[in-house]
């Protein structure tokens, strides 16, 4: 066994004990292939309000402006499929992936972890973790891993377990051995773009993201246009439908990790709650959850639209 491919399985080994369900590692280097797609969707403004796409352009697309004489990017994937949904009937609905502790810190601890454990056994290499937080296309580096495939709801998707779960980038200074891509395997299923109510997958594989029901709950602070009434389906934070109706999640498996589990508090919570939630009960239901990024306000706009 060589070293590189001695340091790849110490690493694989790793990210498996910490509880990671995938890791794949491709080399670091310029995303040709991802250049004129990025460019275009951002030309057409697919982004809506969310100016701070269009910032780092380059860095979005070469791995050696995040961390200088980069090697690898090991991607990895961790698990947030909930056991049951909260969705009471006729009550405002949130994404999965909030229904627990913010993930930035949970997943971004452990790949620290991670990096710490590289250190630690392998020497002196220069890194940086990546949780949703950088210019960094993290589903395009994931399928570059070999993780999955990019499907036409724009999502990476995985045939042993769909595609609830949170992307992560480690990029370090050394080399390794590089995994092959995953082929597409969404075959002539449309699912995703029939459920859609809001029409955001415009075509496969490219979602217009000023048309998502998660783009006007979370990201957009003006008011969201009167044009989407009645199309929400009763989100208020972040929007799974096309995950829910890909083929794929039948495979998803229940996480274990406490700290995505739900607080007691949301579980608890009616459409009446809803309806008339106070700060008080907002800091105490969200006090470590991603619904804190709309804040109390923003909460309360999108009950509101489900209203009328």
């Known amino acids: 066994m060589t ?5 790849t399985e110490l690493i694989k080994s790793e990210a498996n004990r ?14 040709e292939e991802e250049a004129p797609r990025l460019e275009k969707w951002l030309n057409k403004n697919m982004h809506g309000e969310m100016k701070y796409m269009e910032n780092h352009f380059d860095k979005r697309l070469d791995t050696s402006k995040l961390v200088l004489d980069s090697k690898s ?34 997943v971004k601890d452990k ?30 580096w994931a399928a570059k891993s070999g993780l999955g495939w990019v499907g036409k709801n724009s999502n990476l998707i995985t045939k042993k377990v769909g595609s609830f779960y949170f992307i992560t980038e480690l990029i370090i200074d050394l080399d390794l051995v590089y995994d092959h891509i995953e082929t597409d395997h969404c075959g002539s299923c449309t699912a995703c773009i029939e459920a859609c109510p809001t029409d955001a997958i415009v075509e496969p594989y490219v979602v217009d993201g000023s048309k998502c029901i998660s783009y006007f709950t979370i990201e957009l602070k003006d008011n969201i246009p009167n044009s989407m009434r009645g199309m929400f389906e009763n989100w208020m934070f972040g929007c799974d439908i096309c995950q829910d109706v890909c083929p794929w999640n039948k495979f998803s498996k229940a996480h274990n990790e406490p700290l995505f589990n739900p607080n007691p508090d949301l579980l608890s919570m009616t459409k009446k709650d809803w309806d008339e939630i106070t700060q008080e009960t907002f800091s105490k239901v969200f006090s470590k959850s991603a619904v804190k990024r709309t804040k109390l306000k923003g909460l309360k706009r999108n009950i509101n639209f489900l209203k009328h």
């Open 18 to 31: 910490l509880g990671f369900i995938s890791c794949g590692i491709s080399k670091s280097e310029f995303l």
């Open 3 to 7: 070293t590189k491919q001695k340091y």
């Open 73 to 106: 990017v090991i991607s990895l994937l961790y698990n947030y499929y909930p056991s049951k949904e909260l969705s009471v009937e006729k009550s405002p609905k949130i994404s999965k992936y909030a229904y627990g502790n913010d993930y930035h810190f949970v």
């Open 111 to 140: 790949v620290n972890e991670l990096l710490y454990f590289i250190r630690e056994n392998i020497g002196e290499v220069s890194g940086r973790a990546f949780v949703d937080s950088a210019p960094i296309l993290e589903k395009a």
